[in-house]
């Protein structure tokens, strides 16, 4: 372990003043210092330190002994923040760990078959569905988990070391990866060695602004040729908010983006008068909702049918116009559709409430009725002995899958496969309590032996993954 001396040189708080003992603590002291053990953390041993790349301090701080005093509030605070970035560090290590696991195991497993092979990502996936129960994330955050903690661990290792040694926040490292992802791998090194000289200092908007020039001035590319590489991963997302309410978002690019809020707003703003009650927000929200799913009509009509009160025109529903009539999946207890307030359930959203349900069902072009026990509302098993399943059957088993089986997927059940539990050529039955919905790419990998299920009970399924992880699903309740 190097001395105090050098270790104070890599504070990442400039000035001369001596470094506490929080700052040079090891991750036993800080977890002492946490729990109070005073008697423990008075043994100090430091974390391993970062490679020399921050600016040298004064000659007055090489001399300084750190400060003994006994940490109040804000020291511990301090000491909480280093234990995270250790734990970070920490984590990314143990997740690279596992993906060489996986990859070996995957090797292992297709060399075993005739002419068996690995093919391109599949260690990557098979290791982010280990992570997905295991840590309890959804499939994008455990892709995302995986791609960082590998690209920290092969790519960045100072950074790493750096965040192990507290030097660097889980947010400042989180900023670097970012501004890192785009970058070819040989300017990867020289753009860590100049962020890290004096990033550490710097809080989140200045540490973002230093790594954007730093990686403009590194970049072998063109900003014309990475400009339309990104442009190609345009694409719009809808994500579920509460109290019936969703949120769209575009990543597009950045001139489109900005036109298309400036015209909301111009628009808008042309509709804003003494009898308007709305805010600008509001009307804009509302334009832009409006532009989307109705067009004008240049006949009379009521220039308020749909909020955005357009001069001598009616707004007409485009699916109406253009012929394409959507498929929306609305469960909704019959005493709603008669007057009643019981909630509905949107497919792929959840509760909505009975008004809105109501004005749907005024618009259906017809129902699926499924039969549901009178006192419990278990949906009624329906018993097939075929392979291809019956569209009631598959319609049963979809009310009460909802949603991909697999462990942390949630891809709804309509996009789904009916898998067979008991395959049906090793004499599995299409039946209720044979049949669960997994999405394409989780039934392959069961097809291909690296997961595989069982269904003790209808609707209970457990999975066991490649390292030998088991986790159990139960059927979502039914909603009323």
């Known amino acids: 372990m190097e001395p105090v001396a050098a270790r104070v040189r890599r504070r990442p708080v400039a000035g001369d003043t001596p470094p506490t003992v929080v700052e040079v603590a090891s991750p036993e002291t800080l977890v002492a210092m946490l729990q109070g053990d005073t008697r423990q953390a008075a043994g100090t041993g430091a974390l391993e330190p970062p490679p020399d790349t921050a600016e040298p301090d004064t000659a007055e701080s090489d001399t300084a002994e750190p400060d003994t005093a006994e940490p109040d509030t804000a020291d511990l605070l301090v000491a909480a923040d280093r234990l995270m970035s250790w734990v970070v560090a920490r984590q990314a290590e143990l997740v690279a760990a596992l ?33 997905v129960p295991l840590l309890n994330l959804s499939t994008r955050a455990a892709h ?131 009898q308007e009650t709305r805010t600008l927000t509001q009307l804009k929200a509302d334009v832009f909702g409006d532009l989307l799913t109705h067009r004008c009509d240049p006949g009379p009509g009521d220039a308020h049918a749909s909020g955005t009160g357009a001069e ?49 069902a005024a618009h259906a072009k017809g129902f699926t009725r499924i039969l549901t026990h009178p006192e419990t509302g278990t949906v009624l098993s329906v018993g097939r002995d075929r392979y291809k399943v019956p569209k009631d059957l598959r319609r049963t088993v979809l009310v009460r899958d909802k949603t991909c089986r697999h462990p942390g997927c949630n891809r709804p059940g309509p996009a789904c496969d009916l898998d067979h539990t008991i395959p049906w050529h090793q004499g599995g039955n299409t039946s209720y309590d044979n049949l669960a919905a997994l999405c394409r790419k989780h039934h392959m990998l069961k097809s291909a032996g690296y997961w595989h299920y069982e269904q003790p009970e209808p609707g209970t399924l457990t999975a066991t993954s490649l390292t030998g992880k088991t986790y159990t699903t139960l059927p979502q309740p039914h909603p009323f």
């Not at 195991?105 to 569905?129: D, W, Y």
Request: proline share 6%; aromatic share 4%.
């Open 99 to 131: 993906h060489t696991e996986v990859q070996d195991q995957t090797a292992a497993q297709a060399g075993s078959r005739p002419g068996g092979r690995v093919g391109a990502g599949l260690g990557f996936t098979l290791t982010a569905e280990e992570l």
């Open 312 to 360: 001598g025109a009616g707004l007409v529903d485009l699916a109406s116009v253009l012929g394409v009539q959507p498929v929306v999946f609305v469960t909704v207890p019959v005493m709603t559709l008669l007057g009643g307030n019981e909630p509905a359930e949107l497919e792929g959203f959840g509760p909505i409430d009975a008004d809105t349900v109501r004005k749907l």
């Open 144 to 274: 995302r988990l995986l791609d960082q903690s590998l690209r920290l661990v092969e790519d960045l290792p100072k950074t790493l070391q750096s965040l192990g040694a507290g030097m660097l926040t889980a947010r400042q490292t989180q900023i670097i990866l970012d501004e890192a992802s785009t970058i070819p791998a040989q300017a990867l090194a020289g753009f860590e060695d100049e962020v890290l000289a004096s990033g550490a200092h710097l809080m989140a908007p200045r540490l973002k602004a230093k790594c954007k020039r730093v990686r403009e001035k590194l970049h072998p590319e063109s900003a014309i040729a990475r400009r339309g590489a990104a442009a190609a991963d345009r694409h719009i997302e809808v994500t579920p908010d509460q109290d019936g309410m969703a949120w769209l978002s575009a990543y597009l690019p950045a001139e489109r983006a900005c036109g298309i809020e400036n015209r909301l707003t111009f628009m808008a703003r042309a509709l804003q008068n003494p």
